[in-house]
């Protein structure tokens, strides 16, 4: 069975710090995409990022940076000067494949809270 | 090109009652998922459609619950005879036919979020 962990429940930092979020996944597939969506307040999660199994490449998009390293099934997320309006949950996630269409594992999602 | 709608955004209903969301997904998407999130928990997969065609269904998904995408546009989850543990948010999501990365990114909506009284 797939699995995701995000072992920070919460972290807390005040505003212009650097913050990264965790993420550590299960799977036997060989070929699978990993995910990140941000849950504001309002409950829409939003689409960040989406990475497949065989792109190991580190990806920037502006404050954003993700760290993906297979060796350690690592996912990692870091925003760089944090910003109050980046409080929200992230969720890291995985696809599982079932004959031909993909669901998502979602792990239980990281509380980021930026203070002025 | 408009997102993933979901209707209604709160519902507040009596345990026994039936209720019924809708899900508008993005035009041209002819993949949709429905999950649920409860508090303090990331989205669950509830069920899958493949343009009209129900193709998965979680064990999440009791016999009370049912879901319908009558013309592959447009898909309603119906919840009868509610109970407590039906408190939740409901979660839409759709994603393009083409193979690949289209595929297998989901898009979600604004989700309906549901107490059971």
């Known amino acids: 069975a797939q699995k995701v962990t995000q072992a920070q429940t919460e972290i807390s930092v005040v505003e212009k710090e650097d913050v990264t979020l965790d993420c550590v996944y299960e799977t036997r597939d060989t070929t699978y995409y990993l995910f990140w969506y941000k849950q504001p307040p309002s409950g829409e999660l939003v689409f960040l990022i989406r990475r497949n199994s065989f792109d190991e490449q580190n990806e920037i998009s502006g404050r954003y940076s993700w760290n993906f390293q297979k060796s350690t099934s690592s996912f990692n997320f870091t925003i760089t000067a944090s910003q109050v309006v980046d409080s929200a949950v992230y969720f890291c996630a995985l696809s599982e494949r079932n004959s031909g269409y993909s669901t998502l594992t979602f792990g239980k999602g990281t509380m980021l809270l930026v203070s002025p | 090109d408009t997102g993933v709608s979901q209707d209604p955004r709160h519902k507040i209903t009596k345990r026994g009652q039936n209720v019924t969301f809708r899900c508008d997904p993005i035009s041209e998407h002819n993949r949709l998922y429905w999950y649920r999130q409860t508090l303090g928990q990331g989205p669950e997969f509830l069920t899958y459609f493949q343009n009209e065609a129900q193709l998965e269904k979680s064990r999440l998904l009791s016999d009370r619950f049912s879901a319908e995408r009558p013309k592959g546009s447009f898909s309603t989850l119906e919840i009868q005879r509610t109970e407590q543990g039906d408190s939740a948010m409901y979660l839409c999501?759709?994603?393009?036919?083409?193979?690949?990365?289209?595929?297998?990114?989901?898009?979600f909506g604004p989700g309906t979020r549901l107490l059971v009284l």
């Open positions: 999501a759709s994603s393009s036919p083409f193979p690949g990365e289209g595929q297998e990114t989901q898009y």
